[in-house]
């Protein structure tokens, strides 16, 4: 198998983006990410995406989007794992360098969510979950996170406002980047008086609903220095990629406070990557809900159970803490784009081993994670990249 890197990054930024149609986002992106490694060809195009048929009634986005790019000839498919799109293209691609099937690879990641009204964005959005155990009996996507919230908070004692640190965390971030949805810094009386949406669950402790488009270019990594030399940035190696699954339906696993997944593929991925926790400089997480957030941080480890909401509290989570995290915003702050954010995650983490993430640079950053989350946890995607 051979090592395999991102020479090329691309990104539109992130919002209520109705004078842009998906196939523009995409040719944006896609078309950033070629000019950024200097290359006009590609062997195939893998795109990230989930709701292009419910929402957009289009298919086949995959060739779409080739087509609009100019890439006749080209492999092109669309790959779905919910939330978990884009990082789920992002192992395809790997997957297809790493086994010489293909050299040079663009993989993107799509959402257009927003030309929807919202109920029909939240019934697309509920299709992440189990269509006859969860969505039928009327529970939306922010209903289940709302339900292990309540649950967490049961479990550990833990009160509402113990959250409020991750959605501060993460807007510190986003105001420093100019591809954010939300560029504007909160309180903890402006958590406090958020308004909720699905008890717990607050409108601040919830990540947008909103459009965007962010694309990477894969080749061998013994290739990497014929495209950045002279580069303004350097290449970064994807030192692992790892998948794992759950249950679909929260109800059916056997600890809905333990993100199962996350844990399978974060330690499947520091043992392909040949590192240990600690050795991380950053994680970018699925903050898609701040339970998700503590979940996470306890299922990879770097919590005990019960304790994830504490790394706010104690301030172990911003950039120059113990582990930054959502160091661009994450997607409370950046956004959600579903089917682009594990793209926008990577797009992100080579900015910081490059050292070109500006005001939020994580200082000497060399090793990154980037955990993308399908559904209430029942696909996650983990990937670990070097400088």
């Not at 790019?69 to 669309?78: D, N, P």
């Not at 833990?158 to 100019?178: T, Y």
């Not at 459009?211 to 495209?227: N, R, Y």
């Not at 113990?322 to 994450?330: A, C, E, F």
Request: charged share 15%; aromatic share 6%.
């Amino acid at each position: 198998m051979r090592s395999v890197s991102i020479i090329g990054i691309g990104q539109t930024p992130v919002g209520e983006l109705w004078e842009h149609s998906a196939r523009q986002l995409a040719y944006d992106a896609v078309s950033s990410a070629m000019a950024d490694a200097n290359v006009e060809r590609v062997d195939a195009l893998f795109v990230g995406n989930m709701l292009s048929g419910s929402l957009l009634d289009q298919e086949h986005l995959g060739t779409l989007v080739a087509d609009v790019c100019g890439l006749h000839g080209v492999e092109a498919a669309k790959v779905e794992a919910a939330c978990a799109s884009g990082a789920a293209a992002l192992r395809v691609g790997t997957m297809a360098v790493a086994s010489g099937f293909h050299d040079i690879v663009v993989v993107a990641g799509l959402e257009k969510m927003t030309d929807t009204v919202g109920k029909d964005t939240t019934a697309g959005l509920a299709t992440a979950a189990d269509a006859e155990y969860e969505a039928l009996h009327g529970v939306s996507f922010v209903g289940l996170n709302a339900l292990m919230m309540q649950r967490y908070m049961y479990e550990y004692d833990v009160p509402l406002d113990a959250f409020a640190g991750f959605s501060i965390n993460a807007h510190r971030n986003g105001a420093r980047n100019p591809n954010a949805m939300f560029q504007e810094a909160l309180s903890l009386e402006d958590y406090v008086r958020a308004p909720i949406i699905a008890t717990p669950i607050n409108i601040l402790d919830s990540s947008p609903v909103c459009d965007g488009s962010a694309a990477v270019v894969l080749a061998p990594t013994e290739w990497a220095h014929k495209f950045t030399t002279g580069h303004h940035r350097g290449a970064v190696q994807i030192l692992a990629s790892a998948s794992a699954s759950d249950t679909l339906a929260v109800h059916d696993r056997r600890d809905p406070l333990f993100l199962e997944a996350a844990n399978l593929s974060g330690q499947r991925a520091l043992r392909q990557a040949g590192i240990r926790q600690d050795d991380l400089d950053f994680f970018e997480l699925h903050d898609a809900f701040t339970i998700m957030i503590a979940l996470s941080l306890e299922a990879n480890g770097f919590a005990q159970r019960g304790e994830g909401w504490r790394m706010a509290d104690e301030g172990e989570i911003g950039i120059g803490g113990r582990l930054p995290i959502s160091t661009m915003g994450g997607l409370k702050s950046r956004g959600h784009p579903v089917g682009a954010t594990g793209i926008y995650q990577i797009v992100e983490s080579v900015l910081q081993l490059t050292g070109s993430a500006g005001g939020n640079q994580v200082a000497h950053a060399r090793l990154g994670m980037a955990q993308n989350i399908g559904g209430s946890g029942a696909t996650i995607v983990t990937h670990i990249l070097g400088s």
